[in-house]
C-alpha cells in the first residue's frame, strides 16, 4: 500500500511539474488578465443583469481586443523608431570617432571594440524583432484567460471560501478582505494616476511647443494607454519627444520636456504619489507601500508591483491577528 502510495506521489509531483513548465512562460500574462478582469468586475457585474454572464463577457473582451490592437501597434512603432533612432545614432558616432586622429594607438583599440560592438547591436535588433510574435501569443493568452476569468468569477471566488482551512475562518475571510481592499486601492490608484499622467503630458507637449493641441491630446491618450503596460509607462512618451528635439537640434526644449516627464509623468511619480494614494485608500504606511512594490519588483518582476503591497498588508493583518490572541491568552 505504501509503495502504490509514492508511485501516485511521484507521478503527482511530475505532472505538477510538467503543468508548472507549461504554464511558467505564461505566467505574466494571466496574473495580469486575472487582475483586469478584477478591475472591470463591477461592470461586468451590471452588464450581466441585462444579458447573460457570457455575453458580458464577450463585450468586454471585444472591448479588450480593439483597445489592445491599437496600444500593440503605436507599442510596436515606438519601439521600432526607439531600436532604429538608437541604432542610428551609435553608428553615426562610430563613424564620426573613428575620423579622429587619436594617440598611442587608441584608433586601433577602437576598431576592435567597435568591430565587436556592431555585431551586438545587431543581434540586439533582431531579437527585438523576434520578440514581437512572442508578445502577441501572449497577449492572446491574455485576452483568453480575461473572458475565462471573467465567465467564471462567481465560482472562483467561490472556491477561494472553499479553500480556506477549516477553524480559523475568521482569520481567512479578514485576510481575503485586506487583499481585497489593497488590490482595488492599487487599481484605483493606478487609474487615477495615469489619467493624471495623460493630462499633464498633452499640457507639456502644447505647453512647451512641441505640437499643436491635437497632437498634444494624441500624446496624453498614447501615455494613458502606455501607462497600463507595467514597466513601458509615459517615460516612453516624452523619451520620444526629447529624441525628436535633439535631433532638430531644439536642445533646450529636449532637456526641459525630459525633466518636464521624468518628474510629473514617469518615472518619480510612481514612486511618490502612487505609494501615497495606495496607502490612503488601503490605510497603509507609505513606506509600507513604496518597499512592498520596490521589494515585490525586485523579486516577481513587474508581477511584484502588485504582489508586492498585497503580501505585506496580509503580514500586517497577520501580526494585528497573533497580537488579538496573545491578549487574549494573557
Not at 244 to 251: A, C, E, P, S, T
Request: hydrophobic share 55%; with cysteine.
Amino acid at each position: 500500500m505504501k509503495a502504490e502510495e509514492v508511485v501516485w506521489g511521484v507521478v503527482a509531483l511530475i505532472i505538477l511539474y510538467l503543468a508548472w513548465r507549461t504554464v511558467a512562460p505564461l505566467l505574466s500574462a494571466i496574473f495580469f488578465a486575472a487582475i483586469l478582469a478584477y478591475a472591470v468586475l463591477p461592470i461586468h457585474n451590471r452588464l450581466s443583469k441585462r444579458i447573460d454572464s457570457k455575453k458580458s463577457a464577450l463585450v468586454l473582451t471585444a472591448l479588450l481586443i480593439g483597445l489592445s490592437a491599437v496600444i500593440t501597434v503605436e507599442l510596436v512603432l515606438v519601439i521600432k523608431n526607439l531600436v532604429v533612432s538608437f541604432y542610428e545614432d551609435i553608428m553615426a558616432f562610430i563613424s564620426w570617432s573613428l575620423t579622429l586622429e587619436l594617440p598611442f594607438g587608441a584608433h586601433e583599440v577602437l576598431q576592435k571594440l567597435y568591430s565587436q560592438l556592431t555585431p551586438k547591436l545587431t543581434e540586439y535588433a533582431q531579437n527585438y524583432a523576434f520578440s514581437i510574435p512572442k508578445y502577441l501569443l501572449q497577449l492572446v493568452v491574455f485576452l483568453t484567460m480575461f473572458y475565462a476569468f471573467l465567465v467564471n468569477s462567481e465560482e472562483i471566488k467561490r472556491l477561494m471560501h472553499c479553500l480556506i482551512p477549516g477553524g480559523r475562518e475568521n482569520l481567512g475571510e479578514k485576510l481575503l478582505k485586506r487583499a481585497d481592499i489593497t488590490l482595488q486601492a492599487l487599481i484605483r490608484a493606478w487609474l487615477l494616476l495615469n489619467i493624471a499622467k495623460g493630462i499633464l503630458m498633452t499640457l507639456g507637449f502644447w505647453g512647451f511647443g512641441i505640437t499643436d493641441f491635437p497632437t498634444a491630446l494624441l500624446a496624453g491618450l498614447l501615455t494613458i494607454l502606455f501607462s497600463f503596460i507595467p514597466l513601458f509607462e509615459g517615460w516612453m512618451i516624452w523619451l520620444v519627444a526629447a529624441i525628436y528635439l535633439l535631433k532638430q537640434g531644439d536642445v533646450l526644449k529636449a532637456v526641459a520636456i525630459s525633466i518636464y516627464g521624468a518628474t510629473l509623468v514617469s518615472p518619480l511619480p510612481d514612486f511618490t504619489i502612487r505609494p501615497k494614494l495606495v496607502a490612503k485608500e488601503a490605510k497603509l504606511d507609505e513606506i509600507m507601500v513604496l518597499v512592498g512594490m520596490i521589494g515585490g519588483v525586485w523579486a516577481f518582476g513587474v508581477k511584484g508591483l502588485i504582489i508586492g503591497p498585497i503580501v505585506l498588508n496580509l503580514v500586517s493583518a497577520l501580526l494585528k491577528e497573533w497580537k488579538r490572541i496573545k491578549a487574549q491568552q494573557s
